[in-house]
């Protein structure tokens, strides 16, 4: 990721998110919501293992006149790689999508869909418009569009930043968008770079975590 793009205030995403669910515990299957593309089951890791972060997985974009996009993918096979935590807030968030995902399949009749946590900052003095439908993912030779858009913080609907304000949304794509594949994010004409990086990261993170996962066992084999 690109040294001169500003840290976005992800504040607002663990609020929402983490709320209601401190206490839900960790499901080794991952309770996604119908709908939800899993990722793919060769890169499904156990659960409860990771230590990334939400910034580890995020892509980011600096537009000019100040505004600051990030996004991560809500794929299984992604958060999955997170610490205990942050797995949780990201289930109790696809969960709390669960009826809008519903009428999502129920309009679109597609077999499953890509969700994204997507973050809109505001940097500049002023009021500073933005609009979800103008993010774009370019994956597999494929522009991909949102499908739908699931606010999750207030006045989200008025598209309209005050400065170092946040404004956050769950987009949902078509499932064939696959994050485990190179990609970029396009905002306006202003196009991301430094997806490999994310994917290098999570790469090495599924190792650790498989590593994680077999160490007791090969300490019962040692002690035995």
């Not at 593309?37 to 980011?60: H, K, M």
């Not at 997170?82 to 999508?97: F, H, T, V």
Request: with cysteine; glycine share 8%.
């Amino acid at each position: 990721m690109s040294a001169r793009l500003v840290r976005i205030v992800s504040a607002p995403l663990l609020a929402v998110a983490l709320g209601a669910c401190a206490s839900m515990p960790i499901s080794e299957e991952g309770a996604q919501a119908p709908g939800v593309a899993l990722g793919r089951d060769a890169l499904l890791v156990p659960v409860g293992l990771g230590t990334l972060r939400q910034d580890d997985i995020a892509i980011r974009l600096a537009l000019p006149g100040g505004l600051q996009v990030r996004a991560a993918p809500l794929d299984e096979s992604f958060i999955r790689l997170l610490s205990p935590d942050s797995y949780r807030a990201m289930q109790e968030l696809i969960a709390s999508k669960q009826d809008d995902i519903v009428r999502l399949q129920q309009r679109e009749r597609m077999p499953s869909y890509s969700l994204w946590v997507v973050n809109f900052f505001a940097l500049e003095v002023g009021e500073t418009r933005f609009s979800p439908l103008e993010v774009v993912i370019r994956n597999a030779g494929r522009d991909f569009r949102p499908l739908d858009v699931f606010p999750m913080t207030p006045g989200f609907g008025e598209y309209r930043l005050r400065q170092r304000e946040t404004q956050s949304a769950v987009l949902a794509f078509d499932g064939l968008l696959d994050p485990n594949q190179p990609l970029s994010m396009i905002v306006e004409t202003t196009e991301s770079s430094g997806w490999q990086t994310i994917l290098q990261r999570v790469e090495r993170e599924r190792v650790l975590v498989r590593s994680r996962a077999g160490a007791p066992s090969r300490r019962d084999t040692l002690g035995r």
